[in-house]
């Protein structure tokens, strides 16, 4: 018969507080993006517009920016941090 092997570690386990409060969620808003095809893309967090092409669009998120490629693009909804923009998208490249 086999025995039964338990492992016990010497090392205290850290506690760790999962729990986040609401202000802490409204402070520390990252970005949400959904992208819808290659027809639409919807961001939240999205703080501002760098630059503004038919061929492309780069703007400003919380950490860093965003640079969509494409062609014939049309900022369809643009209020508070939420941005909609439509038309063909072929390219997505993060900024740091």
């Known amino acids: ?10 090392h205290k386990k ?4 999962l729990r986040v409060s609401d202000e802490e969620k409204r402070t520390d808003f990252s ?11 919807i961001i939240e967090g999205c703080r501002g517009v760098f ?17 969509v490629c494409g062609e014939n693009f ?3 909804y643009f209020e508070d941090n939420t941005i909609s923009i439509k038309g063909r998208i072929t390219n997505l490249e993060f900024c740091v």
Do not use: Q, T
């Not at 850290?14 to 507080?17: E, I, T």
């Not at 949400?32 to 893309?41: A, G, K, P, W, Y």
């Open 14 to 17: 850290p506690k760790l507080n």
């Open 31 to 41: 970005s949400h993006i959904e992208i819808f095809s290659d027809n639409e893309l």
């Open 74 to 76: 049309d900022i369809a």
């Open 51 to 67: 630059e503004y092409r038919s061929e492309y669009i780069k703007l400003k998120l919380k950490k860093g920016s965003i640079i």
């Open 1 to 10: 018969m086999s025995r039964k092997f338990k492992f016990v570690s010497k």
